[in-house]
Structures are given as structure tokens and as C-alpha cells.
């Protein structure tokens, strides 16, 4: 095998094993505290677009939403994962209907995705998700997109 292809088998085997850390992460959090036996399942599975490995990077960015709260119109230039952990939230990407989230509810936005909706469902209570991004290049997680805003 050259060098170039185990490079990306190499990245590839690190980002699947990071994603199944990550969507095993609330499981191994309540293991931590468990007295019985513990519970996984597989949040999510889902193929990720061609990645440089030799620069690739994970990061898992908490994001919490006052009760009302949103976010103006972005894209990610990463790959990302979201994994709601309390409350509901509001988000819909270009060509794909509105839809609302809650606790234990899984998302995923391509690079290519434009997010036009990100807002908490409740007027009332917080909500607060992890969003975990496989990058292969220095970039922001987040940039702006002009549009219609996200309320």
C-alpha cells in the first residue's frame, strides 16, 4: 500500500473510531456512575465525504441555547455531527423540511449544507446539544451566510 492511501486509511480508521467514542459518549458517561450493568447503542452512523488525513482533526463544541434563543443563517466547512442532550431545537438546511429535535435526537450537516433554521424550540426551558466536526484543515467551525436568519 503506498504511503498517500494508508495515510487515508489511517484517517479514516481514526474518524471512525473517534465518531463511535462520541456516540457512545452518554453511555460511557452514565457507565461512569452505573451500579448495574451498562446499556450502548449507535447514535448515528454516517459516511463522511473524501477527508486529507495527514491534517485531520476532531473537535466537540457544546452549544447551549437560552430558552428563545437562535442563530443567524451558516454553514459548516466540516463534516458535522450533533447530538441533542436537552431541550429541542428548531434547525432545517437548504432543500430539507424544518424539523425539531429533542434529548437523545442525532443530526448531520455536510459541508455543503447552508443552515437556515437553529433556534431552541421553547420559549422557556434551555437547550444544549454536542456538535462534534471532523475537519482536515485549519478553518472556522462556523461562518456566516447571508439569508433569512434562523428565526
Known sequence: MNRPARSRVTAAVIAV????????????????????????????????????????TATLVEVTYEPGGANTSHRHPCPVIGYVLEGRMRMRVDGQ??????????????????HRVSAN????????????????????LSIPVPGDGAR
Open 17 to 56: 473510531g473517534a465518531l463511535a467514542v462520541i456516540a457512545g459518549l452518554p453511555s460511557l458517561l452514565a457507565w461512569s456512575q452505573a451500579t448495574g450493568p451498562s446499556r450502548s447503542r449507535v447514535a448515528v452512523t454516517q459516511r463522511l465525504p473524501t477527508l486529507d488525513g495527514t491534517k485531520l
Open 97 to 114: 423540511p424544518e424539523r425539531i429535535y429533542g434529548p437523545g435526537d442525532t443530526f448531520y450537516e455536510s459541508p455543503t449544507d447552508v
Open 121 to 140: 424550540a421553547s420559549s422557556e426551558q434551555p437547550a444544549r446539544f454536542l456538535a462534534y466536526f471532523v475537519c482536515d484543515r485549519d478553518t472556522p
